[in-house]
């Protein structure tokens, strides 16, 4: 009897153990299933993936690497890694890993991760919805050493029906297309590719001015000033267009002078290559509400080359009717 009672008693326990597990898993779910929603909808990474790894590699948060430095896929420093970082026990004692200010950080590090080393490149020709095999992609990639790594992000993604975010993310992708038009059904990551619906319908909220311009812009790559460029949509994702045409997505942030930013809030000019220093005319008429970086995109002129030759600072702004040199040697129209 008293055998019994010692097993009832342990039975408990370990229930009582495993569904405060479970429950720490679900609260985690909940927290970061939409950033692995819009993770998906900009990189492709399928959505039950992305949670599943995060669960394993961090222990649904709880592991003494996401305390210290918010690395919820376990990522290790690497060559080309030039953040903060952090020393941790993981294969060998003292290993480098990366170190994150907030966790929709690693998230977004992490899709980047994947999508941008060549090893992992074979994995965006799996249908998003094959979990099992992205699983085993994963593995094979060099992912993870554990042997049964693989079956073990199947089994989370099953356990906790992770599969629906995948779903989600799919849907909410095709509304966005919807709202933002038709999209070449050849392209592997399409430009119209924004964490929210709702970034689209304020993004598209444009002056007639802007409209206006947008209509003159050919469909696809031309080139302005003899420099490819590309009218993007806003919404559009410049990690997806850097992907497309095989740009690193640092160099297409400085080709168009702009910060660390992915989805477009407004319809842009997206230079695909470095843009000269002159342009091909010798002045520029400002327009209404037009600051230095449109003219620099419109004109397509490095911007530093631009606030040189008119002594202006980034953030000074143009009154409309200004004449802005665009070629250095020009004489002072203004």
């Known amino acids: 009897m008293k055998k019994s009672g010692l097993l009832f008693i342990a039975a408990v326990l370990w229930l009582n153990m495993h569904a405060q597990i479970s429950d720490v898993t ?128 199947i089994t989370t993604i099953e356990k906790y029906d992770l599969e629906q975010y995948t779903d989600i993310a799919l849907q909410q992708n095709n509304e966005i297309t919807v709202a933002s038009g038709p999209l070449n059904t050849q392209d592997k990551y399409a430009f119209e590719s924004p964490a929210k619906i709702n970034d689209v319908k304020a993004a598209s909220q444009v002056s007639n001015q802007q409209s206006d311009k947008a209509i003159n812009y050919p469909d696809g790559v031309f080139q302005i000033n003899q420099t490819n460029v590309l009218y993007a949509k806003a919404g559009s994702s410049l990690f997806a267009i850097a992907s497309k045409f095989a740009i690193p997505y640092k160099k297409l942030l400085g080709y168009n002078d702009l910060g660390n930013v992915d989805i477009l809030n407004q319809s842009t000019l997206i230079y695909l290559e470095k843009k000269p220093k002159h342009g091909s005319r010798d002045y520029h008429v400002a327009m209404p509400n037009e600051d230095m970086h449109d003219i620099a995109q419109e004109e397509g002129v490095q911007l530093q080359s631009l606030l040189a030759y008119n002594n202006l600072q980034k953030n000074n702004q143009p009154k409309a009717g200004d004449k802005i040199l665009l070629h250095g040697e020009s004489r002072k129209l203004f």
């Open 26 to 153: 679900l609260a985690y779910i909940n927290q970061y299933k939409q950033v692995a929603i819009n993770e998906m909808i900009r990189t492709g990474v399928p959505a039950a993936i992305t949670l599943a790894q995060g669960i394993l590699e961090s222990n649904s948060g709880q592991c003494p690497l996401v305390q210290q430095s918010n690395n919820h896929f376990g990522i290790k420093c690497k060559s080309d890694w030039s953040g903060e970082v952090v020393y941790h026990d993981d294969d060998r004692k003292s290993e480098c890993f990366r170190r994150y200010n907030t966790a929709e950080d690693s998230y977004r590090d992490h899709s980047d991760f994947l999508k941008n080393r060549p090893n992992y490149t074979f994995l965006f020709d799996i249908n998003a919805t094959d979990y099992a095999d992205w699983a085993y992609g994963l593995k094979s990639a060099g992912y993870a050493t554990n042997p049964s790594y693989a079956q073990s992000v």
